[in-house]
């Protein structure tokens, strides 16, 4: 008997949208899937998208004996074989690939890419990212979980790259590392997360904290017109913002001079570095509005996070005003925080004390 | 800062012209002496133009004698704070300038534990402390109203003779005057008795929270400290109140149009009238004892004495109630930003930081309360009485003919005032003319032209050397007063049409600049402009509604126009040095109170 027979999936929903999903659908949308469905739960906006939720794998591996025919493959694998385990890993990904997709899933995966679809008009230009649901695993690119595909369009092309998601689970290095530390195949299940590309009209990175001090009431903002890369890599000076997080003003701009943008090419599919309009290039890439908006996503960021966030941002163009504003990653920051951790304890002295240490000690007000 | 780097000295500032003389209108302790050149010149004064922005009268100087020795005393002698004593000051060409006087470094440690014993008192036993100064403050006031002056009569009562009391009228008159002197010395030896430590603590919270987060606005610390409820905003939500009961009550046409006296009238001529009068009436005593000065000036106008002041506001309030918008303070919202922006603030500490948070801040909230209030029954209630008396016996005199204005009087020292009654009495006692009238009226022109001469010249806004940092708290706290400061108005931002102060209250807005010396022309003031002063009073509270921003050339974090405006939502660009005589009215400003830049933008 296959592992996965056990599981009776009657009943049990296919995809996820990332904005319904409830705390019990969680784990059912593996990390990324369910990073994605916390954020937006928490009132942090992300590109607009769904999970093909880890049931939707089960019953791809229950179907037609994929489940049986993987067992079976894996259980002549020779674990110290190198060779051994490439050969099993074709073996596998092919007889996931080969195979059609069990009508109810498939059909499932339809709809929810025809909804998110709907406000947009026409076939949306998607993400396909595998997402898997062992989180303990300690490097989790053995999992297969970087996969991901850009600028997936159509109904068909999402199917197929779920399938090769799915797929991704059993690379070499993968199926060995399960088999080394007796992880069952049944422990790594597979999720899917189907999210929009963002058509940036600006992007960049904001830190909720002052990278040069480690003050941490306040957020930086870098920002640049089109999507994030050059910002993220350094191509381009950004526009600089910094904001007082608890009062959330702007307290220091500046705009830089901007040469070119990464845009979407749409007949193409794909980003293309375009020259910025000479009118345009020392104009700022962001009205105060959309800069409280960001600096608004970031702290909520950092409270759902509970720590001081890293986080690659994106306005875009597609979506309505209000809901433009999307995250895109956000991790922790990791240079003042490990500063914080190995500081030595300071003694606060309150009270009268604290007013005569106050006194004493010369007093220098910056502005 | 370079060696060259300094204010002028005062012994190189010569009056404006027509101002010669000027020294004789003042006390003689209170102004640079010249064999004392180079003593004075190595100390670094700077301009108080935040409570005495213009020129004041011979009289008037009380009012920086006794606040200054007051501030001074509960430093150097009540509480021993260590590092502080008080605080030296000086007239010049009828400004005036201070210098902090340090302890020396090897007295500090000696005075510690006094310190922790003296001040340490009044800390744990803030509340009850603050009740008795309450009971105290209003008996003062009290014993003030009960003074009355009175023109000496042709005859001693004959009461007097019947009951042998052997004194005639002249006696009293000197008594009332010095014991009004007294009272209002001890006015404002209570005014200091809690507000240097107030300001302390709220320093010793400031200072934990900068160090905490270096660039933490300074009005994100202001506002986790304020109050909500605050007895100084207390006589402009009065006349709200009023605003609203007029229109309620149906009574607002009738009180429309007219002076004050016909639009009263008209007020009792409508159905409801009486109950909005009553109102008016019960207001006034004592929300009414308010000036839309500071109170340090003999010619501050109170509300009580102008009612066509309050009845002026309260007609704008009224246009606006009837245009449908919400005139009272926010107060449910500013509670809750505030308990906000506390809870953000300990939410980004650890626990221990947390922890010191907690006992820095319910200090700061104890004591806060004290150094909002305070204002209110000092420079406006207890100065407003004191004023109104005072007022009283420049009439008797004017009177007797000293002089052509009540008003007249301001322009003696507080000791000629003591001759001129003795002088009135001893011509009244003698039965022949006393001198002053044939000597004041001349002396008094003299004295009025030399004031207006004064006047024609802004105060250098410091004197001397400045010291490399500046390290004394209450000039910083008090005063505004900063390293940053002294080094821009030195110069150091002199870019064209850049003028750079406090952020203290923040906020980004544009609007047309309207320069207001003196609070007789806060009526110019049109809907939407930026408001640039020398100085603002809180007391200019009922024109927040008109305008967009405030811009003062001087006022700390902690001043009263900065309180003002974060209550209001006001941007405000505070201590800026210079603002007032370098922007026209007219002229187009950006004004950004979250950086404290101001831009003339044409």
């Known amino acids: 008997m296959s592992a996965f027979d056990a599981r009776n999936l009657s009943g049990i929903a296919y995809t996820i949208p990332f904005d319904s999903a409830g705390p019990d659908d969680f784990e059912r ?14 009132g942090v906006s992300v590109p607009p998208g769904f999970s093909v939720a880890t049931e939707a794998y089960a019953e791809m591996l229950r179907a037609d004996g994929l489940g049986a025919e993987i067992d079976a493959l894996m259980a002549k694998l020779d674990i110290e074989d190198v060779g051994d385990q490439a050969r099993t890993s074709d073996a596998i990904r092919a007889a996931i690939t080969r195979r059609v997709m069990p009508q109810a899933v498939e059909q499932a995966i339809r709809a929810a890419y025809a909804a998110l679809s709907a406000p947009f008009g026409g076939d949306l230009a998607v993400a396909v990212r595998s997402s898997a649901t062992a989180e303990d695993l300690p490097d989790a690119s053995f999992a297969g979980q970087q996969d991901t595909y850009l600028w997936v369009v159509g109904a068909d092309a999402v199917i197929d790259r779920v399938r090769a998601c799915w797929a991704s689970l059993f690379n070499a290095r993968a199926i060995a590392y399960r088999a080394r530390n007796g992880l069952g195949e049944t422990n790594v299940l597979m999720s899917v997360a189907v999210q929009k590309m963002v058509d940036a009209r600006a992007a960049g990175v904001a830190m909720t904290l002052d990278p040069v001090t480690g003050d941490r009431s306040r957020i930086v903002i870098d920002s640049a017109f089109g999507l994030g890369e050059p910002v993220v890599s350094g191509e381009i000076t950004p526009d600089n913002f910094v904001l007082d997080k608890v009062l959330l003003e702007i307290a220091r701009r500046n705009i830089a001079h901007k040469d ?6 749409r007949a193409s599919r794909c980003t293309v570095e ?5 009118e345009r290039r020392s104009q700022s890439s962001l009205s105060d509005e959309d800069v409280l908006a960001v600096a608004r996503l970031a702290k909520a960021l950092e409270r759902q996070m509970g720590c001081p966030q890293d986080v690659e941002w994106a306005i875009d163009r597609d979506l309505p005003p209000g809901a433009n504003v999307v995250a895109l990653q956000s991790r922790p920051e990791t240079v003042w925080s490990r500063k914080a951790a190995t500081r030595p304890k300071t003694a606060y002295a309150t009270g009268i ?5 106050t006194l004493l000690s010369p007093v220098q007000i910056k502005h | 800062m370079t060696q060259q780097a300094r204010f002028p000295s005062p012994y190189d500032l010569a009056p404006p012209p027509g101002a010669e003389g000027w020294k004789d209108l003042y006390p003689y302790y209170l102004t640079f002496k010249d064999k004392l050149r180079s003593e004075e010149d190595a100390k670094f004064w700077f301009c108080d133009a935040q409570h005495w922005p213009s020129p004041f009268k011979p009289f008037d100087a009380i009012t920086v004698e006794f606040a200054v ?43 510690v534990p006094q310190f922790l014993e003296r001040a340490g008192h009044y800390f744990q036993n803030w509340h009850s402390l603050l009740e008795n100064w309450d009971k105290k403050v209003r008996a003062n006031i009290a014993d003030m109203e009960t003074i009355h002056f009175e023109a000496l009569p042709d005859a001693v009562p004959i009461e007097w003779i019947k009951g042998g009391v052997g004194l005639d009228n002249t006696y009293a008159l000197t008594e009332n005057y010095d014991r009004l002197i007294q009272l209002l010395y001890k006015t404002w030896q209570y005014h200091f008795e809690f507000l240097n430590l107030g300001y302390a603590a709220y320093l ?30 207390r006589p402009d939500d009065e006349l709200k109140k009023l605003a609203r009961l007029a229109v309620e009550l149906g009574v607002d046409a009738a009180l429309a149009t007219g002076t004050v006296d016909e639009a009263l009238a008209a007020v009792g001529q409508v159905t409801g009238g009486d109950v909005w009068l009553k109102a008016w009436k019960d207001a006034q005593d004592p929300w009414f004892n308010f000036t839309s000065g500071n109170g340090f000036y003999s010619d501050d106008k109170y509300w009580i004495e102008h009612l066509d002041l309050p009845l002026g506001y309260i007609r704008d309030y009224i246009v606006r109630v009837k245009r449908g918008e919400t005139i009272e303070r926010p107060t449910a919202k500013i509670a809750a930003e505030r308990d906000r922006i506390t809870a953000e603030y300990a939410e980004l500490l650890d626990d221990d930081a947390r922890a010191a948070f907690e006992g820095k801040l319910g200090l700061a909230r104890t004591v806060f309360p004290y150094v909002e209030n305070h204002n209110f029954y000092i420079e406006h209630w207890s100065m407003s009485v004191f004023w109104r008396k005072m007022r009283e016996l420049g009439q008797i005199l004017q009177q007797a003919g000293f002089w052509h204005d009540a008003n007249d009087i301001f322009y003696l020292t507080r000791q000629e005032i003591r001759d001129v009654i003795f002088d009135y009495g001893n011509g009244w006692a003698v039965g022949a003319k006393a001198a002053g009238p044939d000597y004041w009226p001349d002396e008094i022109e003299r004295r009025a032209a030399i004031m207006k001469a004064l006047a024609t010249r802004p105060p250098q806004p410091a004197l001397n050397e400045p010291p490399a940092v500046i390290t004394e708290p209450f ?8 390293t940053d400061r002294i080094n821009a108005w030195l110069g150091g931002d002199d870019r064209e049409g850049h003028i750079t102060g406090m952020a203290a209250s923040p906020g980004l807005v544009e609007g047309r600049a309207r320069v207001i010396r003196s609070a007789s022309q806060l009526d110019e003031i049109e809907e939407g402009e930026i408001l640039v002063a020398p100085v603002t009073a809180p007391s200019w509270a009922p024109v927040f509604g008109r305008i967009r921003a405030i811009v003062t050339d001087v006022g700390g974090m902690m001043s009263h126009a900065a309180i003002v405006c974060r209550e209001y939502g006001l941007p405000a660009v505070t201590g800026t040095g210079t603002a007032s005589s370098r922007i026209q009215n007219g002229q187009m400003l950006r004004v950004d109170g979250t950086t404290g830049e101001v831009t003339v933008l044409s």
């Open chain 1, 29 to 42: 949308m593996g990390g990324k899937g369910a990073s994605l469905a916390r954020m937006t739960a928490a």
């Open chain 2, 204 to 233: 010793d919270f400031f200072g934990f929270m900068k160090s905490l987060f270096p660039s933490i606005p300074d009005q994100a610390i202001a506002k986790m400290v304020q109050g909500v409820e605050v007895d100084l905003f």
């Open chain 1, 353 to 357: 004390e604290g007013v005569l240490g």
């Open chain 2, 475 to 482: 000039t910083i706290m008090l005063w505004g007063i900063t």
């Open chain 1, 274 to 278: 375009r020259v910025i309009e000479p």
């Open chain 1, 260 to 265: 070119f943008e990464l845009v979407v090419d």
């Open chain 2, 69 to 111: 020795k007051c501030l001074g005393q509960y430093n150097t002698r009540h509480y021993l704070v260590p590092p502080a004593n008080g605080v030296e000051y000086r007239i010049h060409n009828g400004y005036c300038y201070m210098s902090p006087v340090a302890v020396a470094p090897e007295l500090i440690a000696d005075r």
